[in-house]
């Protein structure tokens, strides 16, 4: 693709690193919630507000961007060929990676065993604390249930509540219909829609430095709300998870980076800012259109990252993988209730399908786990998901952290897959961060 553009970046003060970073102000957020949280909890419950509106704003925002992209992308690739070979190619390391971050929460829950010893009973649960997440389990997985949540009802919903799958299949069919017959008046046609991206990329830059408000809200609110005696109580479950994920992150992506001659330090380094950021308001929409304009700005194609980012975070959810997978096996743990190999290893197959069937509805997460424990044959009662209610909150932050690095080292394998990255670019971005982050537009 072309050549290195070097950005010179001016020498930078303690003001820089400090009180005018973004950054900065996350990580000050962050310590004052916990600190709130823990002196007074009563207070700091009442702030979930500054979170709740952040994420409303930002839905309002994503659905937007995210249709605006994929459109420009897809009809800036030459042929719509092109935009099948992206996808079989994003399809295929989805369900390969994917297969080995489950295969990671089972091998470090049987290792680590967190749930043995906790001998809970069944009969001491509360149905109706999970009902919400066991009553229509049914569908969880099929292609009917994905399909459903995919097609629209109208053009507008879907934008308004941030409702990514729906607005990533409008843009695709429109993408195709423009490239299809928009012939020589395709360039007219993307024109405005390219200011409008502008347009709300520059909002979102102002949106994202309300981001320390929504960490210090999110933060208060979960330490308020849950305590530190949860984190206390499961403190083996949260450690084991967080393993499962840095070995995944290191370890997995690590070596698939490794085979590009990419550095995973390096490459985490590069998207630090946008980890931070979904790590302090558990939210993965908050770093979603940042990340594609920081990859693209770094030298990875358009058409890859109004793709596959997307797509991804709707079918590419590793860490919720894996915590899915660990979670089965703590449950079967701590209720005294074991699973041959033959059972865990069906766990994988089903959750392959199951993970795939609750895109974009609130408590997901249950729901899956709800849904591959009643596909499991109740082997394990679906009314066991009640004991994780309390410590899924402090889990999530380890997925949405998890799913992003996850999705973002998708673009890049499928960028150079399908030779859409310039490679030396994107080396040259990841050993001077500070240098590309001028360079990334809004």
């Known amino acids: 693709m072309g050549t290195v553009e070097k950005v010179v970046a001016k020498k930078k003060s303690w003001q820089d690193y400090t009180i005018k970073s973004l950054a900065f102000w996350v990580v000050f957020a962050i310590i004052a919630g916990i600190i709130l949280g823990v002196v007074d909890p009563k207070l700091a419950i009442a702030t979930k507000p500054g ?9 309002w925002l994503v659905g937007p961007i995210i249709f605006l992209t994929i459109i420009s992308g897809i009809v800036g690739l030459e042929s719509l060929k092109e935009v099948g070979s992206i996808g079989l190619k994003a399809f295929i390391y989805f369900e390969i990676v994917s297969t080995f971050a489950l295969a990671i929460g089972i091998l470090f829950g049987n290792v680590f065993g967190p749930g043995r010893g906790m001998n809970l009973d069944v009969a001491s ?13 049914g569908d969880v997985g ?17 934008f308004i509540n941030g409702q990514t799958l729906q607005v990533l299949t409008m843009a695709l069919v429109i993408a195709i219909l423009i490239s299809a017959f928009g012939g020589k008046y395709k360039a007219q046609i993307l024109k405005p829609l390219e200011i409008a991206q502008t347009f709300f990329f520059k909002i979102l830059t102002i949106l994202m430095w309300l981001s320390p408000i929504a960490s210090f809200s999110a933060m208060a609110f979960l330490i308020g709300k849950f305590g530190i005696a949860s984190l206390v109580n499961m403190a083996g479950l ?11 992150l290191f370890g997995v992506l690590g070596i698939i980076l490794w085979f590009y001659k990419i550095s995973v330090f390096k490459f985490m380094r590069f998207i630090a800012k946008e980890v931070l950021i979904v790590f302090a308001t558990s939210s993965s929409e908050s770093a979603l259109a940042p990340l594609m304009k920081r990859l693209e700005a770094a030298g990875v194609s358009r058409g890859i990252t109004g793709l596959v980012i997307p797509t991804g975070y709707s079918f590419n959810l590793d860490c919720t993988n894996i915590y899915l997978s660990l979670a089965i096996i703590f449950l079967s743990q701590a209720f005294n209730i074991p699973l041959s190999i033959g059972e865990q290893l069906s766990i994988i197959v089903i959750l392959m399908i199951t993970s795939k069937g609750a895109v974009g509805v609130t408590g997901s997460g249950f729901i899956v786990l709800a849904g591959t424990l009643s596909a499991m044959g109740g082997v394990i009662p679906v009314v066991t998901v009640a004991v994780l209610l309390g410590v899924d909150k402090f889990m999530s932050e380890m997925r949405a952290v998890g799913n992003l690095c996850g999705n973002a080292v998708a673009a890049v394998v499928v960028g150079a897959w399908d030779k859409q990255i310039d490679m030396e670019r994107f080396k040259y971005a990841l050993d001077h961060p500070e240098e590309i982050e001028d360079a990334i537009p809004g």
């Open 142 to 158: 099929s292609i009917w249930s994905i399909l459903k949540s995919a097609i629209p009802h109208d053009p507008i919903t879907p």
């Open 125 to 137: 649960l509360d149905p109706k604390s999970v009902a919400k997440f066991t009553t229509n389990t």
């Open 51 to 59: 979170i709740d509106w952040f994420i409303q704003a930002l839905k």
């Open 238 to 248: 949260l450690l084991v998870m967080l393993v499962s994920v840095l070995v995944f």
